[in-house]
């Protein structure tokens, strides 16, 4: 069995600086982990974690507290966790919160019971009124992401949508939509409540009136409920949702009902998955870089537990990257049918 000598000696490196690399050490320049790394997969060797537990008072662990499982985004973003985290020699422990605060916290406190050096967490967007994010338990490092963590002192990592809510509206506005409706997720979501300000916000600088919002639940079925209503209501010519699952909500009333999306209504989703770009009409999308929203995020976490000179403070709101703006067939210029225009959805 290969020890962390054989390690060493096929890195090229001290013993002390393979330890850093197999606790994933933030001191180290990217290129020496990987190759410390590369040996140890390369002999075999595997890392006693009890042993090192007793050591250095760490686990080897981080846990992530995901917003729902079931959303392609939190997939996504799980899989982009696990990858970055895999980097520092670090395994992932997972909690689906299924977007209930309830859930949200026991998950929390089960992951701590089981030790991790830290946790990553995905605020749930289903939040009573006046509801405050839990503390880290026991000071243990842990960072938000995606959301912000209501009345807690922990940094949150976030992606910006600013620039291409901006391009969208500019879009929309180019083609001669003028009747927009954005189905905008839970009520009482605060991060939701502050995307649905921005749409708002960029829409009216492009020339649009009143934006007309209704509230579901991040689900298909929730979805096309609130698709249906705002139809019949509003009768909107373009439908924003605030994530992919809302999305395939709004498709499969369209459906039911025989719209022509990207003719009879326009769509756009925030958040992209492989299918959109594929079916026709391909979907027009507000695309966020998943990848450098968990990349971050690991490594914010990272220097709180090994106590890097630098570490965002409590509270603090970092931005991993810029969302992008990426038209397709669902926003063509509007052509609504007759039979469109003239119908009372039930």
């Known amino acids: 069995m290969a020890t962390i000598r054989d390690v060493a000696k096929a890195a090229g490196v001290s013993i002390a600086t393979v330890s850093r690399a197999l606790n994933g050490s933030t001191h180290l320049?990217?290129?020496?982990?990987?190759?410390?790394?590369?040996?140890?997969?390369?002999?075999?060797?595997?890392?006693?974690?009890l042993a090192a537990a007793m050591r250095t008072g760490r686990s080897g662990t981080i846990g992530l507290v995901v917003g729902d499982i079931m959303n392609p985004f939190y997939a996504m973003l799980a899989h982009c966790v696990e990858r970055a985290v895999h980097s520092h020699a670090t395994s992932l422990l997972l909690s689906n919160a299924h977007e209930d605060e309830k859930s949200y916290e026991n998950g929390i406190r089960a992951l701590a019971k089981q030790g991790v050096d830290g946790l990553l967490v995905v605020p749930p967007s289903r939040i009573a009124p006046g509801w405050i994010h839990p503390e880290a338990p026991d000071g243990l490092p842990m960072v938000a992401l995606d959301r912000e963590a209501p009345g807690a002192a922990i940094p949150s990592i976030v992606i910006d949508s600013a620039n291409a809510m901006q391009d969208m509206a500019e879009h929309l506005r180019s083609l001669g939509y003028s009747r927009p409706a954005y189905l905008a997720g839970p009520e009482f979501c605060i991060a939701g409540k502050r995307r649905a300000e921005k749409l708002q916000e960029k829409l009216a600088s492009s020339g649009f009136g009143h934006l007309e919002i209704e509230y579901c639940l991040h689900e298909a079925v929730s979805a096309a409920s609130a698709a249906r209503c705002i139809l019949s209501l509003y009768r909107p010519d373009i439908i924003i949702c605030a994530s992919n699952q809302i999305a395939l909500g709004v498709l499969?009333?369209?459906?039911?009902?025989?719209?022509?999306?990207?003719?009879?209504?326009?769509?756009?989703?925030?958040?992209?998955?492989?299918?959109?770009?594929?079916?026709?009409?391909?979907?027009?999308?507000?695309?966020?870089?998943?990848?450098?929203?968990?990349?971050?995020?690991?490594?914010?976490?990272?220097?709180?537990?090994?106590?890097?000179?630098?570490?965002?403070?409590?509270?603090?709101?970092?931005?991993?990257?810029?969302?992008?703006?990426?038209?397709?067939?669902?926003?063509?210029?509007?052509?609504?049918?007759?039979?469109?225009?003239?119908?009372?959805?039930?």
């Open 29 to 49: 320049s990217v290129q020496t982990q990987r190759k410390v790394l590369a040996a140890a997969e390369e002999l075999g060797y595997q890392k006693d974690r």
């Open 252 to 346: 499969m009333i369209a459906k039911s009902l025989g719209i022509q999306l990207g003719a009879d209504l326009g769509l756009v989703a925030i958040d992209d998955v492989p299918w959109f770009s594929v079916i026709s009409p391909a979907i027009t999308v507000i695309d966020q870089p998943v990848d450098k929203l968990a990349n971050l995020g690991v490594t914010v976490l990272m220097k709180q537990i090994f106590g890097a000179s630098y570490t965002p403070k409590p509270g603090d709101c970092l931005i991993a990257g810029e969302a992008a703006f990426i038209p397709r067939e669902s926003t063509k210029e509007p052509q609504p049918s007759a039979q469109y225009a003239g119908r009372w959805l039930p």
